[in-house]
């Protein structure tokens, strides 16, 4: 399953915040899909940090696309 955060419209650093909450409540083997208006490169060392893997792609309207998923052993 796949949890949906639309965080378009937001100034920094409120979409890195929401995401991070949301993340919190992601239960093990599901995935968050985040539409942004920028790619969120300092997201991603604290998602590395903490044993995040994720997949961040441009999308056609401008936006982007990034998935998260908690790195499995």
Known sequence: ???ELDVGGLEPPEP???ILDT???V?????LRVLID??????FRVLRNNGYQFDCAA???GRYE???WHETT
């Open 16 to 18: 890195m915040v929401r």
């Open 59 to 61: 999308l056609p309207s």
């Open 66 to 68: 990034l998935l998260i």
């Open 1 to 3: 399953m796949t949890i």
């Open 23 to 25: 993340l919190d409540t």
């Open 27 to 31: 239960p093990p083997g599901e995935r």
């Open 38 to 43: 920028r790619e969120p490169v300092p997201l």
